[in-house]
């Protein structure tokens, strides 16, 4: 069965950084696109990075572009997401997801939680 | 303010008929695939419907999408308690290259 595990997650303060990972297991995670998405405490959900299966294309919400960066590693089928510049308002549920396809997310992680506070 | 514009709540009885809407633009619903998702209280997001009315394995048939133009509707029949939840659009966007969510539907099983 499709698992995914995130990882990485804690309080940083404000121009901080950190790194989530994402583990992959129970389908080939070299052949899928990758997604991460975050939802602030209390609100909805926001989409945060897209990378495709080869690593050769990646997209970014306008709120985190130029300070994360997303990657992965299909040798040890995981993916990353290194957030720099961290700002109070990053802080959120990470939730690492698979592309089904048609850029659906059909399978998430049970989230990560990321505070970034003084 | 989310790309994607949805009601902030809904709500119905059991067995009732209950939709939410979803409404964007050309760049995004008018272009792409909807996607709906359910997220229960403390839980991650779950898929129910994706590109063109369909349904994952094991959501059940209660469940379906349509779409026409700039917008889109999520309708669930036969209500049940379980229902309750949170209930969220989302599109690729052309013009933004990426994936847009709408803020959210509140339903509630009276």
């Known amino acids: 069965q499709v698992q995914l595990v995130e990882s990485g997650g804690g309080v940083v303060q404000p121009g901080g950084s950190l790194r989530l990972s994402c583990a992959a297991s129970?389908?080939?995670?070299?052949?899928?696109?990758m997604h991460w998405v975050r939802q602030a405490p209390g609100k909805g959900l926001e989409w945060v990075a897209f990378?495709?299966?080869?690593?050769?294309?990646?997209y970014y919400a306008d709120s985190v572009r130029g300070r994360f960066t997303i990657s992965r590693d299909n040798s040890k089928n995981t993916l990353y997401l290194q957030m720099n510049s961290l700002r109070t308002e990053d802080t959120a549920v990470y939730y690492c997801a698979k592309d089904g396809g048609s850029r659906q997310f059909d399978y998430w992680g049970q989230g990560i939680l990321v505070t970034v506070s003084s | 303010q989310s790309v994607l514009t949805q009601p902030p709540s809904a709500s119905g009885t059991p067995g009732q008929r209950v939709t939410i809407s979803c409404s964007g633009s050309s760049s995004n619903i008018g272009s792409n695939s909807v996607n709906w998702y359910q997220q229960l209280p403390g839980t991650a997001p779950k898929l129910l419907i994706y590109?063109?009315?369909q349904r994952p394995s094991g959501v059940p048939d209660r469940f379906s999408g349509s779409k026409s133009g700039t917008s889109a509707s999520l309708a669930i029949s036969g209500l049940q308690s379980e229902d309750e939840a949170e209930y969220y659009c989302?599109?690729?966007?052309?013009?933004?290259?990426?994936?847009?969510f709408g803020g959210g539907t509140k339903l509630t099983v009276l």
């Open positions: 129970g389908f080939t995670f070299s052949r899928y696109d």
């Open positions: 590109s063109k009315n």
């Open positions: 990378i495709r299966y080869d690593g050769s294309n990646k």
């Open positions: 989302a599109a690729w966007d052309d013009r933004l290259n990426g994936v847009v």
